[in-house]
């Protein structure tokens, strides 16, 4: 890896050309059109096109320039953070706001080195109270609040 | 006499109990969340922003902006006790603010803070008051070619003016660009990158975004990074000045209120902008500059009267053009397009009450500020002693609320026209 020198540089060059190489294959079933008429898929190649070569010379520089290492990423508290709040999306619907909060809380208390269970638990229970006397009473958002209260589903509007 | 008449206006809106108790509502939530960190005004108006449908237009963006505002006072709050900048626009004011702390005078430091951003939240608004007729004026007779450019411009100031690497910044504009397509094409009606989720077939939504990328990486930012806060315990004893700091302080206060002024009508400027470029030309005017970083009174002054003078003129830009200049002016446009308000000239003529309104309930926000937040400085600072592993859980929870509900309400704004 010496003959990268600034790895942040790189690596976010990369991503960029990942994004890019994305965008223009996922944008291919999209009338392209011309320069005078666009179709829906002609803007997006552009774009795509640009980011792949502004993340190549991202990359490409950072064979030169000199730069600080990558920080060790830490996986925990990335993946169970991203992890929690996708696991609430998902439940929310269906097992209500009270235990969709308490499991959130809990599990993404989870991701701080000092996590103490007990502590999580009780502010678990309290912020689901707040929760619910916030946005669904005080609010009024369409969110289930126990998973046997039936009747309004929130995204079916 | 125009501007009087104005005034008197937008007093008589802004005065009105409801929308006072709005603008309190704002400027006291815009303080907690400055003295939070981990959570912006940026995150925090795209949490409110579901609340204010139920509001009048008037009152849910006078709240907003209050929320703005308020979180430059709240922000250097943290600065000077903790040396932990609660907001970005405040980072400059750690270096010179921590060491005041340091050395007994954190009561100067907060009370330089708190009048330096009165002074020049009162100076703002005047500006904002005189600036916008004529600018609003000159803004109706652009063209489709104005406005193609206007945007290009701020395209250009975002990059420009992004601290770190132009290569990037340009990158990131495209890859903000190519987020705004998400959605159904407006010319072919064909759903691009969809997915065949039909919530993704109206487009990302400014809030998704705002959330994903400040929110949820400044927490996980913070948790990688081990929590280290050294409160000065030392009590904040007298928060008054002595005649020489008032004297060393009242330039800076000055030039911090012009240059954050200007600085906040830039396309990606605004608050954080204003108090960085302040600090800089404070260090450059000084006759010792030597002084800096070990508890300058101007070090302090500038960059707190500068960033509440950006953060006020920011929204000239919004009111005059109809663009956002950074990410929460793109978030008010969202609260504008919530209540069928097209953001731009037109709001002046066919709305007066409304824009005279919160022009001047930034005034009596300021003003609410100042006085609230001396006297409460102690709760906030007792609030800065709740650790950290309980109040991250909470924001994530309230995040996914509220963005439960953006989803169900399916409005959307322009992600790429924040630029960034």
């Excluded at chain 1, 707040?130 to 589903?153: D, M, Y």
């Excluded at chain 2, 206060?253 to 605004?270: E, F, W």
């Excluded at chain 2, 450059?284 to 509440?308: C, L, M, T, Y």
């Excluded at chain 2, 007066?352 to 600072?381: D, E, H, R």
Aim: glycine share 12%; charged share 10%.
């Amino acid at each position: 890896m010496a003959i990268i020198r600034h790895p942040k540089d790189f690596f976010a060059g990369l991503i960029f050309i990942a994004f890019g190489i994305a965008a223009i294959v996922i944008g291919s079933n999209y009338a392209l059109g011309s320069a005078a008429r666009m179709g829906p898929g002609y803007f997006p190649r552009i774009l795509g096109i640009l980011l792949i070569l502004l993340g190549a010379a991202l990359a490409i520089r950072a064979l030169r320039l000199k730069g600080g290492p990558l920080p060790r990423w830490k996986w925990r508290p990335t993946l169970i953070v991203i992890g929690s709040v996708v696991l609430f999306g998902l439940i929310v619907t269906h097992a209500g706001l009270v235990l969709s909060t308490i499991v959130l809380i809990v599990l993404s208390s989870a991701a701080s080195p000092e996590f103490r269970p007990k502590e999580a638990f009780i502010s678990a229970v309290l912020l689901a109270a707040l929760a619910v006397g916030v946005f669904v009473i005080g609010l009024k958002l369409q969110l289930q609040i126990w998973p046997w209260t039936s009747g309004i589903l929130p995204w079916s509007s | 006499m125009d501007l009087l008449n104005h005034l008197a206006l937008g007093f008589g809106v802004a005065m009105t109990p409801v929308n006072l108790v709005y603008a309190l509502v704002g400027v006291i939530v815009g303080t907690l969340i400055g003295v939070l960190p981990g959570i912006g005004p940026v995150a925090t108006i795209a949490m409110l922003l579901p609340t204010t449908y139920a509001l009048q237009p008037v009152s849910a963006l006078i709240m907003l902006a209050g929320i703005y505002y308020g979180a430059q006072y709240g922000g250097s709050t943290t600065s000077i006790l903790l040396n932990m900048p609660g907001e970005t626009s405040s980072a400059v004011t750690c270096l010179d603010g921590h060491q005041m702390a340091l050395r007994g005078q954190a009561g100067a430091a907060l009370a330089i803070a708190a009048l330096g951003s009165f002074f020049a939240g009162c100076i703002s608004t005047i500006f904002v008051a005189t600036v916008a007729v004529p600018l609003s004026e000159l803004a109706l007779k652009f063209g489709p070619a104005e406005y193609c450019s206007l945007m290009i411009l701020g395209l250009i100031g975002a990059v420009v003016l992004a601290h770190g690497s132009l290569l990037k910044a340009i990158a990131m504009v495209v890859l903000g660009l190519l987020l705004g397509i998400v959605g159904t094409d407006v010319n072919s009606g064909t759903a691009r990158f969809a997915f065949g989720v039909p919530e993704l077939i109206d487009g990302l939504g400014i809030v998704s975004v705002a959330m994903g990328l400040f929110g949820f990486a400044e927490i996980i930012i913070n948790l990688e990074t081990d929590e280290k806060r050294e409160l000065v315990t030392s009590k904040v004893s007298t928060l008054w000045l002595t005649k020489e700091q008032f004297q060393q302080a009242w330039p800076a206060v000055l030039r911090g209120t012009g240059l954050g002024s200007i600085l906040g009508l830039l396309p990606g400027g605004g608050a954080m902008l204003a108090s960085f470029g302040s600090y800089a030309l404070e260090k450059k005017v000084a006759k010792d500059p030597s002084r800096f970083g070990k508890g300058a009174i101007q070090g302090v002054a500038g960059p707190e009267s500068a960033n509440n003078a950006g953060a006020q003129t920011s929204f000239i830009p919004l009111l005059t053009l109809g663009i956002p200049e950074n990410a929460v002016m793109a978030l008010m446009v969202g609260a504008m397009t919530i209540h069928n308000i097209q953001p731009g000239p037109q709001v002046m003529t066919s709305n007066p009450a409304l824009f005279w309104g919160l022009v001047t309930s930034m005034w009596i926000g300021n003003l609410m500020l100042v006085v609230l937040n001396l006297p409460l400085i102690g709760m906030w600072i007792k609030l800065l002693q709740v650790p950290y592993r309980v109040l991250y859980p909470a924001i994530l929870l309230f995040w996914c609320c509220s963005s439960s509900s953006n989803a169900s309400r399916r409005h959307c704004c322009s992600v790429s026209s924040s630029g960034r």
